[in-house]
């Protein structure tokens, strides 16, 4: 997956005038906000994160610590991100979404938030906002949406579940899941530190249904998954410290 990189500057964040102040805007002074960047009224960004350039960040938006929101990405109002989240180059994050900590959203990715978008009501009239209803999206926490993948509107993401690059999300993805394709299908199952789980006889991938019981290995890590089927999930069986997830 791409990563965001620049060798044009960043300035460190200044500390709000007396107008953000009045609008509630919260920018901690150790985040480095981009000159070209467009920050909104009541916006809080936290401490360590960086903005790039022409990133678009809307009204009442909260952006958490060590975040790093990408050139052109575009973050709606309301929308709520975790710490040390990252949004890669034009990812476009939309009102009514909600990240986890530690989510990877790659270049080009868009949350939609509307299953059933019209631009005009039944009668001809320009739809308002009255006239539509949100369908939220989260992302839990460790997820990595890849570059290019939409995730249609009133779906969560699990943790530390992987979409593949240009896969369509159109139902919700458990804990740990691999998916990508159009619409996006189970492949098979991922550790915490982003490798595919095996199986621990035969070295072959984890299966996308496998039996109740069925128990994994991660090859990198050594981690190992048990599979629950109620609710479709792995649950960790050694947590391991070191690279690439939880202890």
Request: proline share 8%; aromatic share 4%.
């Amino acid at each position: 997956m791409a990563s965001t990189a620049s060798t044009a500057p960043i300035r460190p964040a200044r500390r709000a005038t007396e107008q953000e102040q009045t609008t509630n805007s919260v920018i901690d002074p150790s985040a480095r906000v981009h000159p070209t960047a467009d920050l909104e009224a009541d916006v809080q960004v936290g401490p360590g994160t960086a903005i790039w350039h022409r990133a678009q960040i809307r009204r009442g938006a909260r952006i958490g610590a060590e975040c790093i929101v990408g050139r052109d990405a575009f973050i709606d109002e309301e929308v709520q991100i975790g710490d040390r989240v990252k949004i890669q180059n034009a990812a476009l994050v939309y009102h009514g979404v909600t990240v986890e900590d530690g989510v990877f959203i790659g270049p080009n990715a868009i949350l939609t938030n509307d299953r059933y978008p019209r631009a005009i009501t039944s009668s001809g009239e320009l739809a308002r906002a009255a006239d539509w209803q949100v369908s939220p999206i989260t992302l839990r926490t460790g997820a990595s949406i890849g570059a290019g993948a939409v995730v249609v509107a009133g779906v969560d993401v699990g943790r530390f579940a992987m979409v593949g690059a240009g896969a369509v999300v159109t139902r919700s993805v458990p804990d740990y899941a691999l998916v990508a394709g159009n619409p996006a299908r189970r492949l098979g199952w991922v550790c915490a530190c982003g490798a595919r789980l095996v199986d621990p006889a035969t070295g072959a991938p984890a299966p996308a249904e496998p039996e109740p019981g069925a128990e994994f290995r991660c090859p990198s890590c050594e981690r190992r998954y048990s599979y629950v089927p109620d609710p479709e999930a792995l649950l960790e069986q050694s947590p391991v410290t070191g690279r690439g997830g939880p202890a």
